[in-house]
DNA sequence: CTGTTGGCC
DNA sequence: GGCCAACAG
């Protein structure tokens, strides 16, 4: 769950009581908030040292890269209404110049014919208030291959509805990730593709925590803040009902092994992450 | 790189 | 129409 020493826990508590007791502020306005406001799940650092558990922190989102699989282990981005705009997609697909030199680089191509999609973490949708912005999304760091019913039907519906609660005057934090090796796309089964490059993940998540609009803050997350876990095949013949694959961050942390909501006190993480979610889907 | 096509809500 | 894409030229 977490191995937060305790002292960290009185210092977030005595932090939360000074806020508490100035005046506060009326509701902010959205903003775009640190992307690992709520943790690091796998304590990923930017050094080349490190090629399977590589830190890239963008201004769009922060990921986790495993250099051996050509995937992301996981990627946390920021969601409110602030990055939402009007910027077309971008559809400018390439290879990340932000790796290690001399590290074999994903590029446009490298899915090509694989029977799987080119399967956003950051979605496109979620970053349209600049071109700039929208096009950060589509670095191969960002992608992973996808069964086209996955990544177009179950996953996008629920990237949408993260969407309609961002425009509906939430911010969303959100950490999606794949553990695992073995997909089938619309090709057949793979275990990887891309020469080997490249691992077909078996099993794509995601953990969605829902605050009002405010600021950056883990402590604003108390044990009835909605978090909806989920956890899906990367099978083409799966649900197109995202609220099926629902489970408990906890059976996601058993998973993958990561502290996911890390900056969260404990007491809380221990009330949101052994819940599964039963709202509503749409 | 642009344009076109296709599936799904 | 919007979003997810692949593919042709």
């Known amino acids: 769950m977490n191995r937060f020493p305790s002292y960290c826990t009185r210092l977030l508590f005595a932090l939360a009581l000074a806020a508490c007791s100035r005046e506060d502020p009326a509701p902010t306005t959205p903003a775009q908030d640190g992307h690992l406001a709520l943790g690091n799940p796998s304590g990923a650092v ?4 490190s090629p399977t558990n590589y830190l890239l922190l963008k201004p769009q989102y922060a ?40 590290w074999y680089q994903v590029s446009a191509s490298s899915y090509s014919g694989s029977g799987f999609d080119r399967g956003h973490n950051c979605p496109s949708a979620d970053r349209t208030a600049s071109v700039a912005d929208n096009s950060a999304t589509f670095l191969m760091t960002n992608m992973i291959p996808q069964a086209p019913r996955n990544n177009q039907q179950t996953w996008g519906d629920l990237e949408e509805y993260c969407r309609t609660l961002a425009r509906a005057g939430n911010e969303l934090y959100i950490i999606q990730g794949q553990y695992g090796t073995g997909g089938v796309g619309s090709s057949g089964a793979r275990t990887t593709i891309d020469n080997g490059r490249v691992t077909v993940p078996k099993r794509v998540w995601k953990v969605v925590v829902v605050l009002p609009v405010g600021t950056a803050d883990a402590t604003r997350v108390t044990a009835s803040t909605r978090v909806i876990a989920v956890d899906t095949p990367n099978d083409n013949g799966l649900d197109p009902a995202w609220g099926g694959y629902r489970t408990s961050v906890d059976a996601i942390e058993a998973a993958t092994g990561y502290d996911l909501l890390s900056a969260v006190a404990p007491a809380v993480q221990q009330a949101v992450e052994a819940r599964v979610d039963n709202g509503p889907t749409q």
């Open 46 to 49: 930017t050094d080349a040292a």
């Open 63 to 102: 990921l986790s890269y495993h250099r051996d699989k050509g995937i992301p282990n996981w990627v946390s981005w920021h969601l409110s209404s602030a990055w939402l705009g009007a910027s077309a997609r971008q559809d400018d697909f390439r290879a990340d110049p932000d790796l290690p030199a001399g």
